[in-house]
């Protein structure tokens, strides 16, 4: 299993330009989050998904969206980049087996960088 | 609030001393706990998890957390410390969204841990 695997690694967006980061994990997980990780805020929770066609908004959505139309993919759409948005990216993904208290498997990451 | 806090930003300790990062935690009802370490320019890995049991929790590298319900902490611990154990280590605890009907988890901002050779 390749597990969590997110794409692009590295990238440079102008203000207001938009993109989307691939999410894709071969684990067939339920469940499925997008983190942004900040210098010495650790993790927030940008957007979750309990299976295909299901989503929800975690603690900083705004800016942001998602769609999970397979339990494999779990995009994460920025539109309109701001200087905020600055930031690493992680997708995770965990499976819904025994209840709500398995670890979470992370993706590599994507770094983003909006000038 | 539910959260969790890494009191500390930094730990230092010498090659071979033992080490422990801090992690206390506040929580409605019984605490599910976690435990991640980050090396530089990688995703977040696995290290351990308290859900019941034995407060005494082992898992990768060596590792181990000690669960203490009174003073709602849970401490990550290592007997001897390697160089190779410098990194980002981040304490989570399992969050209910109540709106949502569904679990999270909540990070600690992370403590960095650097073992002097």
């Known amino acids: 299993n390749a597990g969590v695997t997110q794409t692009p690694k590295f990238r440079i967006l102008k203000i207001g330009q938009s993109m989307t980061l691939q999410c894709t994990q071969d684990?067939?997980?339920?469940?499925m989050y997008w983190y942004r990780q900040d210098p010495g805020m650790g993790l927030k929770l940008i957007y979750y998904s309990v299976g295909a066609g299901i989503t929800d908004k975690g603690e900083v959505p705004n800016g942001y969206n998602v769609s999970r139309s397979t339990t494999e993919d779990f995009p994460l759409r920025l539109e309109l980049a701001a200087p905020s948005q600055t930031s690493v990216y992680f997708c995770?993904?965990?499976?819904?087996?025994?209840?709500?208290?398995?670890?979470?498997?992370f993706g590599p990451g994507t770094r983003l960088t909006v000038l | 609030a539910q959260s969790v806090a890494q009191p500390e930003d930094q730990v230092n300790v010498a090659e071979g001393n033992p080490l422990t990062v801090k992690c206390t935690y506040s929580v409605s009802g019984n605490p599910y706990l976690f435990w991640y370490v980050q090396y530089p320019n990688r995703g977040l890995q696995f290290l351990l998890k308290?859900?019941?049991?034995?407060?005494l929790v082992k898992g990768s590298y060596g590792f181990e957390a000690e669960f203490n319900k009174s003073q709602t902490s849970f401490h990550l611990k290592k007997p001897s410390a390697l160089v190779s154990d410098s990194a980002l280590y981040f304490c989570a605890v399992r969050v209910l969204n109540s709106g949502a009907g569904s679990y999270q988890l909540t990070f600690g901002k992370g403590t960095k841990l650097s073992v002097i050779p």
């Open positions: 684990m067939n997980h339920n469940y």
């Open positions: 995770a993904s965990t499976p819904r087996t025994s209840g709500e208290y398995n670890e979470q498997f």
């Open positions: 308290y859900i019941t049991g034995d407060n």
